[in-house]
């Protein structure tokens, strides 16, 4: 198993976990703490501090998906750094010559309706 195969692996567990944590929250403050006992501010049982962790944990996983995310772009095969632009190559900057087109090649006169009328 490749270290990129690793990093898509974590980073998929870390977004799942991401997404359970923000929608166990409810953004009025109602979620996972408020089925405890209301939204009061005398918890019964320490339930205020479900709030505050969840919280801390949709921070927490966030700066790891990020830092992950990051970190997998080192992974990536065949990102080494060692491939080169072919524009910026001096090898490739020399351009070769076009055939050029020598008025020898083309008709030397058209017998044109415009060109009859004049002779």
Known sequence: MST???FLILIVIVAFLLVVVI???NPKGGGLSSS???GGTQQLGGVKKT????DKSTWTLATI???LILLSN???PGS???SESKALDEDSTTTQPLPATT??????????PANDSAQ
């Open 4 to 6: 990129f195969s690793i």
């Open 74 to 76: 080192v992974a990536i």
């Open 65 to 67: 998906l990020i830092a």
């Open 103 to 112: 008025p020898a090649d083309e008709p030397a006169e058209l017998n044109t």
């Open 51 to 54: 709030s505050d962790f969840l």
């Open 80 to 82: 080494g750094g060692t």
């Open 36 to 38: 405890f006992g209301g």
């Open 23 to 25: 929608m166990v929250q």
